[in-house]
């Protein structure tokens, strides 16, 4: 079992920035593929950002590309997501999620077997 908590979700003002961190516990040893994903209220979830578990491949969603960043310290059994140049539109309950299923990043949530509880990020106009 892997157990994730997200933190570092809040507040900002359109154009600000946040730094979401995900901690890992439990069985991190196999540091998994890593993603990010969102879902705003009457919207379904989607991914934001997936990363490899070596950390050098990453893929982003259409809308954040070029303002968002994903990344993994291993050695720390956490991930990132850097969010710049935030938008009203980014407002959303974040998500951070593990997949046990290989090496590569993946893209889809079912391929996601550990999540965690979720940080609520809410970026005002």
């Known amino acids: 079992q892997v157990q994730l908590v997200e933190s570092g979700g809040g507040l900002v003002q359109a154009g600000g920035s946040l730094r979401l961190s995900c901690a890992a516990s439990?069985?991190?040893?196999?540091?998994?593929?890593m993603g990010w994903f969102r879902q705003a209220p009457g919207k379904e979830r989607e991914l934001v950002a997936a990363?490899?578990?070596?950390?050098?491949?990453?893929t982003y969603a259409d809308s954040v590309k070029g303002r968002f960043t994903i990344s993994r310290d291993n050695a720390k059994d956490t991930v990132y997501l850097q969010m710049n140049s935030l938008k009203p539109e980014d407002t959303a309950v974040y998500y951070c999620?593990?997949?046990?299923?290989?090496?590569?990043?993946?893209?889809?949530?079912?391929?996601?077997?550990?999540w965690g509880q979720g940080t609520q990020v809410t970026v005002s106009s």
């Open positions: 999620a593990a997949s046990s299923r290989g090496t590569l990043v993946q893209t889809t949530p079912r391929r996601y077997d550990y």
């Open positions: 990363i490899s578990r070596s950390g050098g491949s990453t």
């Open positions: 439990g069985r991190t040893n196999n540091n998994y593929p």
